[in-house]
């Protein structure tokens, strides 16, 4: 059974730092594609990230690019995402999910990142 | 902003049918295999409908999936109160390079 299980999530100033991670579990995790998916509060679901399965290529939306870091450890079957200066506009529910270009198969339960003052 | 755009909301009585749209373009829909996803309240997002019309293990045959041109189309037949829910379909946009979802549709039962 795949299982992918956020961390990390919680309250930061606007400025400032978070680093989430997420634990994979049953499937052959460096085999795959992970990308991270947000969804602020109220509002529709919107692709944040991604990264191939050997790490030698990664995907940023626009609205992140130079400020977050996708990155993953296929030793330890974890995927990273490391946001920094981070903006109100960043609150939402972070999910990590399998998956990148031709669909999304499983998603985590994901993890709450508010930005506030 | 999405690129690809879908109903608000749609509603039908149990047992009835209800379809949800999915208007996008030649560099997304025209081009790329749909995906659409079920959100229930307060929980994460799960795959309904893969590579256009192709459902997951588990996934009852009550929900279908098409695609025409730049559009796609998800239907539910014999509606239950357990299928109200958000659904968003999502697809890979060649001119943007990323992946992305339609506006959301609410299904009310």
């Known amino acids: 059974e795949v299982q992918l299980l956020e961390s990390g999530g919680g309250f930061v100033q606007p400025g400032g730092s978070l680093r989430l991670s997420c634990a994979a579990s049953?499937?052959?995790?460096?085999?795959?594609?992970m990308s991270w998916v947000r969804q602020a509060p109220g509002r529709g679901l919107d692709w944040v990230s991604a990264i191939s399965g050997s790490a030698s290529n990664t995907y940023y939306a626009d609205s992140v690019k130079g400020r977050f870091t996708i990155s993953r450890d296929n030793s330890n079957s974890t995927l990273y995402l490391q946001m920094n200066s981070l903006r109100a506009e960043d609150t939402a529910i972070y999910y990590c999910?399998?998956?990148?270009?031709?669909?999304?198969?499983?998603w985590g339960q994901g993890s709450l990142v508010t930005v506030s003052s | 902003q999405s690129v690809l755009t879908q109903p608000p909301s749609v509603s039908a009585a149990p047992g009835q049918k209800v379809t949800i749209s999915c208007s996008g373009s030649?560099?997304?829909?025209?081009?790329?295999?749909v995906s659409w996803y079920q959100q229930l309240p307060g929980t994460a997002p799960n795959l309904l409908i893969y590579?256009?019309?192709k459902r997951p293990s588990g996934i009852p045959d009550r929900f279908s999936g098409s695609r025409s041109g730049t559009s796609a189309t998800l239907d539910i037949t014999g509606l239950q109160t357990g299928d109200e829910a958000d659904y968003y379909c999502?697809?890979?946009?060649?001119?943007?390079?990323?992946?992305?979802f339609g506006t959301g549709t609410k299904v009310t039962v």
């Open positions: 999910v399998k998956g990148y270009t031709y669909t999304i198969d499983y």
């Open positions: 030649s560099s997304n829909i025209g081009n790329n295999y």
């Open positions: 049953g499937f052959t995790f460096s085999s795959y594609a």
């Open positions: 999502g697809t890979w946009d060649s001119s943007l390079s990323t992946y992305v």
């Open positions: 590579a256009n019309n």
